[in-house]
């Protein structure tokens, strides 16, 4: 059972920087991926890290987002710059797995953290 | 970018009943779409990847089907623990989105 855990700051000031770290019990699959959800909204892919360093990144906020990852602290973090209240949301991360190339699915989820930006 | 919808938005279903959501995705995406169960609170749960595997651990009345750009999954018989939101979720060119969902339930 693979077990990913996701730790911050639960409140930001605007245009402040988010820093999120997911912290997970094993580095398998091909990556992790951050994905968030605004209060009784949809889910929103952020980013993705494959353990080959390769990144993949929302088009609309690429510029804001930085995904690396610690393969000696099993952990991925996840930078957000800019923050705005619209950027309110639960965040999780989720490991990736594959069954064929380019069929990636997020199988194993950490239980979210709420990030609150306000002043 | 590739968008997907759902449909219907919401359902009412009672338990027994057969219940089918659809994902229609805005070009043809093969079979890169999964879908996900979301209770009040909790992470999303993985329940159908690659358009119709059952994640390991799933019940067997789940199931999805589909390709190009219309999909559905359905759940054949609804149990008390299945009302919940369900997602779809796309990842053709190694880019991810995912539908508004569709709540299930108490009719």
Same mark, same amino acid.
């Given at each position: 059972?693979?077990?990913?855990?996701?730790?911050?700051?639960?409140?930001?000031?605007?245009? $402040?920087?988010?820093?999120?770290?997911?912290?997970?019990?094993?580095?398998?699959?091909?990556?992790?991926?951050?994905?968030?959800?605004?209060?009784?909204?949809?889910?929103?892919?952020?980013?993705?890290?494959?353990?080959?360093? @390769?990144?993949?990144?929302?088009?609309?906020?690429?510029?804001?987002?930085?995904?690396?990852? @610690?393969?000696?602290?099993? $952990?991925?973090?996840?930078?957000?710059?800019?923050?705005?209240?619209?950027?309110?949301?639960?965040?999780?991360?989720?490991?990736?797995?594959?069954?064929?190339?380019?069929?990636?699915?997020? @199988?194993?989820?950490?239980?979210?953290?709420?990030?609150?930006?306000?002043? | 970018?590739?968008?997907?919808?759902?449909?219907?938005?919401?359902?009412?279903?009672?338990?027994?009943?057969?219940?089918?959501?659809?994902?229609?995705?805005?070009?043809?995406?093969?079979?890169?779409?999964?879908?996900?169960?979301?209770?009040?609170?909790?992470?999303?749960?993985?329940?159908?990847?690659?358009?119709?595997?059952?994640?390991?651990?799933?019940?067997?009345?789940?199931?999805?089907?589909?390709?190009?750009?219309?999909?559905?999954?359905?759940?054949?018989?609804?149990?008390?623990?299945?009302?919940?939101?369900?997602?779809?979720?796309?990842?053709?060119?190694?880019?991810?989105?995912?539908?508004?969902?569709?709540?299930?339930?108490?009719?």
């Amino acid at each position: 059972q693979i077990t990913l855990k996701e730790s911050g700051p639960t409140l930001v000031k605007p245009t $402040q920087t988010l820093t999120l770290t997911c912290t997970l019990s094993e580095f398998s699959g091909v990556g992790v991926g951050w994905i968030r959800q605004p209060p009784g909204k949809a889910l929103e892919w952020l980013a993705l890290i494959y353990w080959n360093d @390769d990144k993949r990144y929302s088009p609309s906020l690429k510029s804001r987002l930085t995904i690396t990852k @610690d393969t000696s602290k099993n $952990q991925v973090v996840l930078t957000m710059t800019n923050m705005d209240p619209v950027d309110t949301a639960t965040y999780y991360c989720a490991h990736t797995s594959q069954q064929h190339l380019g069929e990636y699915y997020f @199988d194993y989820w950490g239980q979210g953290t709420l990030v609150t930006v306000s002043s | 970018d590739i968008q997907v919808t759902q449909s219907p938005s919401s359902l009412s279903a009672s338990v027994g009943d057969r219940v089918t959501i659809t994902c229609r995705a805005s070009q043809s995406i093969s079979r890169y779409l999964n879908w996900y169960q979301q209770k009040p609170g909790k992470a999303p749960k993985l329940l159908i990847y690659a358009a119709s595997s059952l994640q390991s651990g799933v019940p067997s009345r789940f199931s999805g089907s589909g390709s190009g750009t219309d999909f559905t999954l359905t759940i054949s018989s609804l149990q008390p623990e299945d009302f919940a939101t369900y997602f779809c979720q796309q990842s053709y060119s190694f880019f991810f989105t995912f539908g508004p969902g569709t709540k299930v339930d108490i009719k």
